[in-house]
């Protein structure tokens, strides 16, 4: 036991320090002796949440992120009330001015920023507050007491939710702005209107285009005056002119610093044993003040302080909230339209709503919302992905209308939701329930709703309105996941870093993939194995050895499991056309084992359910012999090719619909892919087969093939996108293939092709498939490559024996022994 | 209670599970990659789902049904799911596997 741990000392207790600290103890529990110094007298509390504990909606006990037990239980060293006035570099040890001194081998520097407070004459006078602090909060409280008229100097996001929430303490308040219109780093100068507007009903009273010149008063505050001369009274005068990173302690020993202490991208300053996270920081030109980007940059310290070495912090994009209780608004990005940029604008005076993109190259630049913000991570989400707009740019301004769905759409607000109202259909999880979790576990992020609600965590559709939720409860702050998401919380990396790595490294196995990217846990969980054993396949279709045991069960059997456990059996039905000989070997089947359910699939073939999993090879054996092969309607893979009896039969048809629909299926059968992937083929415009709500649909015309892909029925109903039209079925099978080729090397594990479209746009889709004729030909190339390792039927190698003891329990004890 | 013999270690896929029919009803016998055994009630707290076909992971898990985690080591839900599988005595001795089962009521 008598290992010298590393120490680790931490000058600053905030959200930025302590968050660092909470993701180091995550990976490294046992790395670090952790002290940390504090200059407040409190444990970390959650500063963003001051503006309702001033207004009266919360206590200062809710907004504590870290009690006091948690530094113990996680044997952390806190000195509150003791700012560090001293480091010395050279023997390594930081001091307080009392006397205290801790010596490190690794320095945290997470300081956080100062309130800046206008040069003006009796700024020192009692009566003058920053908002910063508890300490702040408390003042201003205590003056609400005893004085009447507050006066706010600077319209910011931090002024006006202090204004606000002095207001709903009983004070008159004033708020005096130097420019012509409140929050201009927010808002432009139209949303600046409205929100005036709507403040001044309000109550609160506006000096905009004033400036200060001095703070009258004697022995306490009693008032100020302008420059233009003017003077009003007040009894108490809150500073929220903005917010300077604070750095003088850095600089005092020698670190690097120009507005911010420098950092790179690992969050290391100029001195490799000093880093730094929070609001003091500059990385690459720039400062955060928002609470994401410090999360962000928590994870990335911790990861080097574990000595993991592996992330990267590459800056943030902020979107703002203002949290201000019915005011709702709602910015991201860069909404002042440079040139070459594109406006889209939305006024509707009456509603009092508002609504601004800037659109560059299609892509959206920024966007500000004022009145109606229920699209604003909507909008922050494709901002941040630089997803392509253009397939839907007339309707983007009226939202993401199917937000959430499930029967949902057009739900104006989701905070005007009943808190009973159901938003995860799959787990049960109402509002209330996802509100509550945030507020008492102190929830940022939706990973961790998820993980304490199970809300979002199944079929993923209510995600849009679990953010919305985070994102009104939490308010500006709320931390958008960052535009990297880790795959899930076995890694750090996203699924585009995986798919990248095992092409750079060449990586061959899950066990060498989990080494070299130094995976967190031994082996995986259920849901990075089953990505990653078909990104590996993907990368390597002829050499990669399967791992059936990161397959889902119905993969890994070759059926679908059912709720009591059996299974159903699907038999392929090439372009769901039969005969009288199969159907009559279904049917013997279907009696031999006593199949309980016998059903048609929407996908035009026959459902044989209610099989036990002793009984699946001998079934397959059987149906093997009647000529059938498995119809993986089971797996992430190619399942049915749906058609109509086009012109071999049908008046109105115009091509051979069947006979391509069979050809297609031929091909395509038995390929794996990122989800299931559906095609249907229909004869004539009028669609019989849906062709246009499958991932690749084709249409047959007159004049040829009409070729669309991107849709799907399911959670979320999607049309295709039409990708271009061709004029013979060879063309048709290869557009297909390599369309499906795309897909696999491109998409995300669990990801249909509709929402990898609208990802990474159509356009993207269309550069490869149907442009670029070599990149079409190589694409179709590698997809037949593959497909011949590929369609091997797993029936009839099972129905052989391979897997065998999968299918048999271990043993039966029939009897016990006394 | 009684130790039965049930198989080999190699019975058992390694990140896999194998059934044993008792009865008791059935029992999963699950191999984690570090190559040790656990053996729990083959019913998933939540809605029965049949546990030996689950992914395996780590010293758990996840629920072919609805994607519950149970732990191996004491059989519970992970949070914030409660609820918990039976659990059994299960041990390797020379190379062979030994589940131990109550006796007959």
Same mark, same amino acid.
């Not at chain 1, 319209?155 to 004033?174: D, H, T, Y």
């Not at chain 1, 980007?293 to 928590?298: G, K, R, S």
């Not at chain 1, 659109?359 to 392509?388: E, I, K, S």
């Not at chain 1, 498939?769 to 037949?784: G, H, I, N, P, Q």
């Given at each position: 036991?008598?290992i010298?741990?590393?120490?680790?000392?931490?000058?600053?207790?905030?959200?930025?320090?302590?968050?660092?600290?909470?993701?180091?103890?995550?990976?490294?529990?046992?790395?670090?002796?952790?002290?940390?110094?504090?200059?407040?007298?409190?444990?970390?509390?959650?500063?963003?949440? %001051?503006?309702?504990?001033?207004?009266?909606?919360?206590?200062?006990?809710?907004?504590v992120?870290?009690?006091w037990?948690?530094?113990q239980?996680?044997?952390?060293?806190?000195?509150?009330?003791?700012?560090?006035?001293?480091?010395?570099?050279?023997?390594?040890?930081?001091?307080?001015?009392?006397? %205290?001194?801790?010596?490190? $081998?690794?320095?945290?520097?997470?300081?956080?920023?100062?309130? *800046?407070?206008?040069?003006v004459?009796?700024?020192d006078?009692?009566?003058?507050?920053?908002?910063?602090?508890?300490?702040d909060?408390?003042?201003?409280?205590?003056?609400?007491?005893?004085?009447? @008229?507050?006066?706010?100097?600077?319209?910011?996001?931090?002024? %006006?939710?202090?204004?606000?929430? %002095?207001?709903?303490?009983?004070?008159?308040?004033?708020?005096?702005?130097?420019?012509?219109?409140?929050?201009?780093?927010?808002?432009?100068?139209?949303?600046?209107?409205?929100?005036?507007?709507?403040?001044?009903?309000?109550?609160?009273?506006?000096?905009?285009?004033?400036?200060t010149e001095?703070?009258?008063?004697?022995?306490?505050?009693?008032?100020l005056?302008?420059?233009?001369?003017?003077?009003?009274?007040?009894?108490?005068?809150?500073?929220?002119?903005?917010?300077r990173?604070?750095?003088?302690?850095?600089?005092?020993?020698?670190?690097?610093?120009?507005?911010?202490?420098?950092?790179?991208? +690992?969050?290391?300053?100029?001195?490799?044993?000093?880093?730094?996270?929070?609001?003091c920081?500059?990385?690459?030109?720039?400062?955060?003040?928002?609470?994401?980007?410090?999360?962000?940059?928590?994870?990335?310290?911790?990861?080097h302080?574990?000595? *993991?070495?592996?992330?990267?912090?590459?800056?943030?994009?902020?979107?703002?909230?203002?949290?201000?209780?019915?005011?709702?608004?709602?910015?991201?990005?860069?909404?002042?339209?440079?040139?070459?940029?594109?406006?889209?604008?939305?006024?509707?005076?009456?509603?009092?709503?508002?609504?601004?993109?800037?659109?560059?190259?299609?892509?959206?630049?920024?966007?500000?919302?004022?009145?109606d913000?229920?699209?604003?991570?909507?909008? *922050?989400?494709?901002?941040?992905?630089?997803?392509?707009?253009?397939?839907f740019?007339?309707?983007?301004?009226?939202?993401?209308?199917?937000?959430?769905?499930?029967?949902?759409?057009?739900?104006?607000?989701?905070?005007? &939701?009943?808190?009973?109202?159901?938003?995860?259909?799959?787990?049960?999880?109402?509002?209330?329930?996802?509100?509550?979790?945030?507020?008492?576990?102190?929830?940022?992020?939706?990973?961790?709703?998820?993980?304490?609600?199970?809300?979002?965590?199944?079929?993923?559709?209510?995600?849009?309105?679990?953010?919305?939720?985070?994102?009104?409860?939490?308010?500006?702050?709320?931390?958008?996941?960052?535009?990297?998401?880790?795959?899930?919380?076995?890694?750090?990396?996203?699924?585009?870093?995986?798919?990248?790595?095992?092409?750079?490294?060449?990586?061959?196995? &899950?066990?060498?993939l989990?080494?070299?990217?130094?995976?967190? +846990?031994?082996?995986?969980?259920?849901?990075?194995?089953p990505?990653?054993?078909?990104?590996?396949?993907?990368?390597?279709?002829?050499?990669y050895?399967?791992?059936?045991?990161?397959?889902?069960?119905n993969?890994?059997?070759?059926?679908?499991?059912?709720?009591?456990?059996?299974?159903?059996?699907?038999?392929?039905?090439?372009?769901?056309?039969?005969?009288?000989?199969?159907?009559?070997?279904?049917?013997?089947?279907?009696?031999?084992?006593?199949?309980?359910?016998?059903?048609?699939?929407g996908?035009?073939?026959?459902?044989?359910?209610?099989?036990?999993?002793?009984?699946?090879?001998?079934?397959w054996?059987?149906?093997?012999?009647?000529?059938?092969?498995?119809?993986?309607?089971?797996?992430?893979?190619?399942?049915?090719?749906? +058609?109509?009896?086009?012109?071999?039969?049908? @008046?109105?048809?115009?091509?051979?619909?069947?006979?391509?629909?069979?050809? &297609?299926?031929?091909?395509?059968?038995?390929?794996?892919?990122?989800?299931?992937?559906?095609?249907?083929v229909?004869?004539?415009?009028?669609?019989?087969?849906?062709?246009?709500?499958?991932?690749?649909?084709?249409?047959?015309? $007159?004049?040829?093939y009409?070729?669309?892909?991107?849709?799907?029925?399911?959670?979320?109903?999607?049309?295709?996108?039409?990708?271009?039209?061709?004029?013979?079925?060879?063309?048709?099978?290869?557009?297909?293939?390599?369309?499906?080729?795309?897909?696999?090397?491109?998409?995300h594990?669990?990801?249909?092709?509709?929402?990898?479209i609208?990802?990474?746009?159509?356009?993207?889709?269309?550069?490869?498939?149907?442009?670029?004729?070599?990149?079409?030909?190589?694409?179709?190339?590698?997809?037949?490559?593959?497909?011949?390792?590929?369609?091997?039927?797993?029936?009839?190698? @099972?129905?052989?024996?391979?897997?065998?003891?999968?299918?048999?329990?271990?043993?039966?004890?029939?009897?016990?022994?006394? | 209670?009684?130790?039965?013999?049930?198989?080999?270690?190699?019975?058992?896929?390694r990140?896999?599970?194998?059934?044993?029919?008792?009865?008791?009803?059935?029992?999963?016998? *699950?191999?984690?990659?570090?190559?040790?055994?656990f053996?729990?009630?083959?019913?998933?707290?939540?809605?029965?789902?049949?546990?030996?076909q689950?992914?395996?992971?780590?010293?758990?898990?996840?629920?072919?049904?609805?994607?519950?985690?149970?732990?191996?080591?004491?059989?519970?839900?992970?949070?914030?799911?409660?609820?918990?599988?039976? @659990?059994y005595?299960?041990?390797?001795?020379h190379?062979?596997?030994?589940?131990?089962?109550?006796?007959?009521?």
């Amino acid at each position: 036991m008598a290992i010298k741990k590393t120490r680790l000392v931490v000058i600053g207790n905030g959200m930025a320090g302590i968050r660092t600290v909470e993701e180091l103890i995550k990976m490294s529990p046992d790395e670090y002796d952790i002290t940390v110094f504090g200059a407040e007298p409190q444990p970390n509390y959650n500063r963003i949440l %001051l503006s309702p504990v001033l207004s009266g909606e919360m206590t200062f006990q809710e907004t504590v992120l870290n009690d006091w037990g948690w530094y113990q239980e996680n044997h952390i060293t806190l000195h509150t009330g003791k700012p560090v006035t001293k480091i010395h570099r050279k023997q390594c040890v930081v001091s307080t001015d009392d006397g %205290l001194s801790a010596p490190y $081998d690794r320095l945290l520097i997470a300081t956080g920023s100062i309130p *800046f407070m206008l040069p003006v004459p009796g700024i020192d006078l009692p009566g003058v507050v920053a908002y910063r602090s508890i300490q702040d909060v408390e003042a201003m409280l205590a003056a609400a007491q005893t004085g009447k @008229r507050a006066v706010v100097i600077g319209g910011g996001l931090l002024g %006006l939710e202090a204004a606000n929430g %002095l207001s709903l303490r009983g004070m008159e308040v004033s708020v005096v702005h130097i420019n012509d219109w409140l929050m201009e780093r927010q808002l432009d100068k139209a949303g600046g209107d409205l929100l005036t507007a709507e403040l001044r009903k309000r109550g609160l009273n506006f000096y905009l285009t004033h400036q200060t010149e001095a703070i009258l008063g004697e022995q306490h505050v009693t008032g100020l005056r302008f420059k233009n001369g003017l003077e009003i009274d007040a009894d108490l005068v809150v500073m929220t002119v903005g917010i300077r990173p604070s750095i003088a302690l850095a600089k005092s020993a020698g670190i690097y610093c120009e507005r911010g202490i420098v950092v790179n991208d +690992t969050m290391q300053t100029f001195d490799p044993k000093i880093y730094s996270v929070g609001e003091c920081v500059q990385h690459r030109g720039q400062t955060y003040g928002l609470v994401a980007p410090l999360f962000e940059q928590a994870k990335v310290a911790a990861n080097h302080l574990a000595e *993991f070495g592996r992330m990267r912090y590459e800056g943030s994009l902020v979107s703002t909230k203002l949290k201000v209780t019915g005011i709702d608004l709602f910015s991201a990005g860069d909404f002042h339209a440079a040139e070459g940029d594109e406006e889209l604008l939305l006024q509707d005076t009456s509603r009092g709503v508002y609504k601004k993109l800037i659109l560059r190259d299609n892509r959206l630049r920024g966007a500000v919302m004022y009145g109606d913000t229920v699209d604003g991570p909507w909008y *922050f989400q494709m901002l941040r992905d630089g997803t392509d707009v253009s397939e839907f740019r007339e309707h983007i301004l009226f939202g993401q209308a199917h937000l959430g769905d499930s029967g949902r759409s057009g739900a104006a607000s989701v905070m005007n &939701m009943a808190d009973s109202a159901e938003i995860c259909g799959c787990n049960g999880i109402n509002k209330g329930m996802i509100v509550k979790a945030i507020i008492e576990k102190k929830l940022f992020t939706i990973e961790e709703v998820r993980a304490h609600t199970k809300a979002s965590s199944s079929c993923g559709s209510c995600t849009g309105l679990v953010e919305a939720l985070l994102a009104n409860t939490l308010g500006g702050d709320y931390s958008a996941s960052p535009n990297k998401k880790p795959m899930c919380p076995c890694t750090e990396l996203s699924h585009d870093d995986v798919r990248a790595a095992i092409s750079k490294h060449s990586l061959e196995s &899950m066990p060498q993939l989990m080494q070299t990217l130094n995976w967190k +846990t031994p082996d995986g969980c259920a849901s990075c194995r089953p990505a990653l054993n078909f990104y590996l396949l993907a990368a390597a279709p002829d050499t990669y050895q399967d791992d059936s045991h990161s397959r889902f069960i119905n993969e890994r059997v070759h059926a679908n499991i059912q709720k009591d456990g059996t299974y159903s059996v699907i038999p392929r039905i090439w372009g769901g056309v039969t005969s009288p000989a199969e159907l009559r070997a279904i049917a013997d089947i279907a009696d031999k084992y006593e199949v309980p359910t016998v059903k048609f699939t929407g996908g035009q073939r026959l459902d044989l359910l209610g099989v036990t999993k002793e009984n699946l090879p001998k079934m397959w054996g059987d149906l093997v012999a009647a000529g059938f092969v498995s119809g993986h309607a089971y797996g992430k893979a190619l399942r049915t090719v749906k +058609t109509c009896v086009g012109s071999e039969w049908c @008046r109105f048809g115009t091509q051979d619909s069947t006979g391509l629909g069979i050809q &297609m299926e031929k091909e395509t059968w038995g390929s794996w892919t990122p989800h299931k992937f559906k095609i249907a083929v229909s004869g004539c415009p009028r669609n019989c087969a849906e062709a246009t709500i499958k991932d690749f649909g084709v249409v047959c015309v $007159d004049s040829g093939y009409e070729l669309h892909v991107g849709g799907n029925g399911g959670i979320k109903v999607r049309v295709t996108d039409f990708l271009c039209k061709v004029s013979t079925e060879a063309e048709v099978l290869e557009y297909c293939g390599a369309f499906m080729q795309l897909y696999r090397e491109d998409a995300h594990y669990l990801e249909r092709t509709a929402p990898w479209i609208e990802r990474t746009g159509l356009t993207h889709i269309k550069q490869r498939v149907v442009d670029d004729a070599s990149m079409r030909a190589e694409l179709y190339a590698r997809f037949l490559q593959s497909q011949t390792s590929a369609q091997i039927d797993p029936w009839k190698a @099972r129905a052989e024996g391979k897997d065998a003891a999968e299918y048999v329990p271990l043993m039966a004890v029939a009897e016990m022994a006394n | 209670m009684n130790w039965i013999q049930i198989g080999k270690l190699e019975d058992i896929p390694r990140q896999g599970a194998r059934t044993v029919t008792t009865p008791h009803g059935e029992i999963a016998v *699950f191999r984690t990659i570090d190559d040790q055994v656990f053996a729990l009630n083959n019913r998933c707290p939540h809605k029965n789902g049949p546990l030996a076909q689950g992914i395996v992971h780590g010293h758990r898990v996840t629920c072919p049904l609805h994607s519950w985690v149970i732990s191996l080591e004491n059989g519970e839900a992970v949070a914030p799911d409660t609820g918990c599988a039976h @659990r059994y005595n299960v041990k390797l001795e020379h190379g062979e596997l030994l589940l131990q089962l109550p006796d007959k009521k």
